[in-house]
């Protein structure tokens, strides 16, 4: 069963290199080079998208940098309340905990609109010493 499928691809390669009236042709055919084309500019599509992509996934993650960076250091500063910074809204909130603990609860959150107006946002949660209940 092999050997006949080898044949018959053999013997179709033979009749696509030879011409007309049976000599051996030298060159390529125009489809074949098209063929070749066409691969080549599917594949310099691909990766045009690919970098495309990679362009915009690392803007993406400049923007988190970025706001996480804001965020943290609003975190140290602890003021309250809300403020712009460089297109990014940052927001700082004190809860009080319960049970006449010495401590708050801070929430930092970071938020920004995107290239296509989407808003993205983070938070911080953490907790710090209250001077003003402490012993």
């Known amino acids: 069963m092999k050997t006949d499928s080898f044949r018959s691809v053999y013997r179709m390669n033979y009749l696509l290199s030879t011409a007309a009236n049976g000599h051996k042709r030298a060159g390529y055919l125009l489809i074949e080079l098209m063929i070749a084309l066409t691969a080549i500019a599917i594949f310099s599509l691909l990766v045009a998208q ?10 993406e993650a400049k923007q988190y940098f970025l706001a996480v960076n804001y965020a943290s250091r609003a975190f140290e500063e602890r003021v309250v309340g809300t403020r712009e910074m460089d297109g990014y809204t940052i927001e ?12 708050k609860h801070v929430v930092v959150t970071v938020s920004w609109k995107t290239g296509n107006g989407a808003v993205k946002q983070i938070a911080i949660q953490g907790g710090m010493l209250d001077e003003q209940t402490s012993v």
């Open 50 to 59: 690919i970098q495309a992509h990679m362009v915009h996934r690392y803007y």
């Open 92 to 103: 700082v909130m004190f809860h009080g905990v319960q049970g006449g603990l010495p401590y």
